[in-house]
């Protein structure tokens, strides 16, 4: 950490963070859990659903795009019916990156992706919403 510039990688998550933010906003169906970040906070990623569709990183993945999600480390007494939110967000939230290394073009790739995804996809209503 000595090496780096602690303040540019925030500044540039922020950055990242709010460019998808915007573009992805514009989608329909597409929903962000935090629209807004407050001052300061620093993103490891932005996580989003689709609504209507689960296990969308598997789909982004199959396009290249990195994605994230929690389905490959749910625990196995939390199936069934007992935690409708926790099974909800197992299968529904995923993540994109918004690391500093990232270029405008990669933003824009992953953007166009989850356009077509979104697009290409038949939408059905979620068994349960959080909100």
Same mark, same amino acid.
């Given at each position: +950490?000595?090496? /780096?510039? +602690? &303040? ?19 989608? $329909?169906? @597409? &929903? +962000?859990?935090? *629209?807004?970040?407050? !001052? ?6 932005? *996580?989003? /659903? ?15 795009? %990195?994605?994230? !999600?929690?389905? !490959?480390?749910? *625990? ?6 007992? #935690? ?9 939230? #995923? ?13 824009? &790739? +992953?953007? $166009? @992706? ?5 697009? $290409?996809?038949? $939408?059905? %209503? ?6």
């Amino acid at each position: +950490m000595a090496h /780096t510039d +602690m &303040e540019a990688v925030v500044e540039r998550r922020r950055d990242n963070y709010f460019k998808l933010a915007d573009a992805l906003h514009e989608i $329909s169906g @597409v &929903e +962000m859990l935090f *629209p807004k970040l407050p !001052a300061g906070v620093c993103p490891w990623t932005l *996580p989003l /659903t689709f609504e209507g569709l689960s296990y969308v990183h598997k789909l982004l993945r199959e396009r290249g795009i %990195p994605a994230v !999600a929690w389905d !490959a480390v749910r *625990p196995q007494e939390l199936g069934g019916a007992q #935690f409708h939110d926790a099974d909800f967000l197992y299968e529904n939230l #995923f993540f994109l990156p918004v690391h500093q290394n990232l270029e405008p073009h990669h933003l824009d &790739e +992953m953007v $166009s @992706v989850i356009k077509n995804v979104r697009h $290409s996809t038949r $939408s059905r %209503p979620l068994a349960r919403n959080l909100g």
